[in-house]
């Protein structure tokens, strides 16, 4: 990670000149792991910040490189809604930092154990979240985890910078690109351009969080409305009606 103040300021004013030329998932991946590398973190995490009433943390999801079965476990057992990030987030407005004993507790006796379990078997037993907000106002969550303590001074400030330039930038183009999409939805649009840039169908679910047999799915449903014959005829249609941009 920087080791001083000044190298600090240096790395954060040229990630967030990085941020500002990102234009695609795969571009945005490379560069969120290359500050969990500099902070010592090992998976990260942003989202659309889910009302307290939402119970479904994939469908907010704008990029992870969560494992997609700690994210399907995480809905199928519930754990949204009793989050206590998220409504810390609400409620304060500025960063948590968190480890499972302490999210254990406040999760009570049954929710506590299960969360602990499932992000333990993963590696995520402590981590720091930030909110966000895009320039339309909208709240996002940006979540680093892995097993280092607790950020000092100068790291929270860059990473926190960091954490709004990045969900600011990424619901920026997100919306930018739903519009191009046309009548593709958002995940059909997301698997088509991931597929431009190489990705197999097992690629491109664990970028998305995803099952392979769902991003097939989302693959044959674009080729259908684009009236493709194959991933290479659905590529050219994209480029050619300007949902995809050389």
Known sequence: MPESAKTMSVFTLKTYQKIK?????????????????????????????????????????????????????YDDFGLL?????????WTSRSEVHWDLDTIALKRGPVEGPKTAELFNKF?????????????????????FSGRRDQLKEEELAALHLLSHFMFAHLSTVSSTKRKKAGK???????????????????????ILGLSKSTVAGYLTTAAT??????????????FRKGLLEA
């Not at 010592?40 to 999801?61: G, H, V």
């Not at 958002?186 to 197999?200: F, N």
């Open 21 to 73: 030329e990102t234009n695609s998932l795969t571009e945005s991946i490379s560069l969120l792991k290359e500050i969990c590398e500099a902070f010592d973190y090992e998976y990260f995490c942003i989202t659309y910040l889910p009302a307290p009433t939402e119970n479904n943390l994939q469908s907010k999801i704008l990029v992870s490189n969560w494992p997609n079965q700690l994210v399907r476990e």
């Open 81 to 89: 809604r009793s989050s206590p990030i998220i409504k810390a987030i």
């Open 123 to 143: 590696g995520m037993p402590k981590g720091t979240a930030f909110p966000g907000y895009s320039l339309s106002g909208q709240q996002g969550l940006v979540m």
């Open 184 to 206: 593709l939805s958002k995940r059909e649009w997301e698997c088509v351009e991931l597929v431009a840039h190489g990705k197999t169908t097992e690629e491109i679910a664990i």
């Open 225 to 238: 409305k684009l009236e493709a014959s194959n991933r290479s005829h659905l590529v050219a249609q994209s």
